[in-house]
Nanobody, 116 residues
């Protein structure tokens, strides 16, 4: 069982930056594929960024070039650096960890609001 706890959300002006963190419990963190998803009101949850166990990354077209996913296996933490934020980035952001047996674990979510 893995528990994920996100932090770092908040209110930011357009053009600003935020860094989300997701701390994981457990001892197999390095074996998980990791991802950040978001869900805006009235919309489906969507993938924002993902990183495989080997470090390969994948980004949604809407955030490519602005967001960066990274992981620190020593700290059992995955990050999402978000730059040049836009109002359309407003959503609840969720951390995801997927085991080698394709079991998904989710955090509770953290709100990101981009508004002037």
């Amino acid at each position: 069982q893995v528990q994920l706890v996100e932090s770092g959300g908040g209110l930011v002006q357009p053009g600003g930056s935020l860094r989300l963190s997701c701390a994981a419990s457990g001892s197999r963190f390095s074996s998980y594929s990791l991802g950040w998803y978001r869900q805006a009101p009235g919309k489906q949850r969507e993938l924002v960024a993902a990183m495989t166990r080997g470090g390969s990354t994948n980004y949604a077209i809407a955030v490519k070039g602005r967001f960066t996913i990274s992981r620190d296996n020593a700290k059992n933490t995955v990050y999402l650096q978000m730059n040049s934020l836009k109002p359309e980035d407003t959503a609840v952001y969720y951390c995801n960890a997927r085991s080698i047996t394709y079991t998904d674990y989710w955090g509770q979510g953290t709100q990101v609001t981009v508004s002037s």
